[in-house]
Every structure is written in structure tokens, then in C-alpha cells.
């Protein structure tokens, strides 16, 4: 008897959350990615509070299509990251494969100059 789809995914993203912790020196960046927008936190899990947020629905993203979106989602919360003296985070993909929009956001924070 195998695992269903939700069984399957709530597993990875638990094995993923057993290994990744964030402080406020080295916060969690956790990405959701829904169908029309993606989403970006970076967590401090002693505290658990949130620290620094961004998403695609944000004035100041640009894109044509949703992964140059994410690209700029990436770079914005970098940029929020870095002015608030975040230089380097643990990267939470949620369970999703690190491909595709989810690569995008990864690509656009590192080009800022986010650590990870």
C-alpha cells in the first residue's frame, strides 16, 4: 500500500523541517509558491516570529512571465534582507523541487548577495 499525493508531500516537507532551523542571525527562507503568485518569509524559529517578507504581488515586481517574477521576488527580498543585517539564511524549499520558480527565487536572493 503506497502513499497518496498529500501523504507523499507532508513527508518531504517534514524531513526537509527536521533539518532545517533558522535564528535571527541565520533565519529560515521559506518559500510558497501557489499557481498565481509566489511568497517569501525569512523565519526566526527560536523566536518564531517573522522577520522579513516578500511575494510577487508586491508593487516593485517586475516580469513578464511568473519565474522572472520569482527572479525578482528573489531579489527584493534580498534587498530587504540585507538592509535589515541578514546576510546569510537556511533555505526552506516547502517540499517543492528546487527547479523551476522556486530556482528563479534562489538565483535572483544569491545575486543580491544573500548566503545560502
Excluded: C, W
Amino acid at each position: 500500500m503506497g502513499l497518496n499525493k498529500l501523504q507523499r508531500k507532508s513527508r518531504i516537507k517534514n524531513s526537509i523541517r527536521a533539518k532545517v532551523s533558522g535564528t535571527s542571525e541565520k533565519p529560515r527562507m521559506t518559500v510558497f509558491r501557489s499557481n498565481k503568485s509566489i511568497y517569501v518569509q525569512l523565519i526566526d524559529d527560536v523566536n518564531a516570529n517573522t522577520l522579513v517578507s516578500a511575494d510577487s504581488r508586491e508593487s516593485s515586481v517586475s516580469g513578464t512571465n511568473k519565474v522572472d517574477q520569482s527572479k525578482s521576488v528573489g531579489m527584493l527580498i534580498a534587498q530587504k534582507a540585507l538592509d535589515k543585517g541578514i546576510e546569510s539564511v537556511v533555505f526552506d524549499r516547502n517540499g517543492k523541487k528546487y527547479h523551476g520558480r522556486v530556482k528563479a527565487l534562489a538565483e535572483g536572493a544569491r545575486e543580491k548577495g544573500l548566503n545560502f
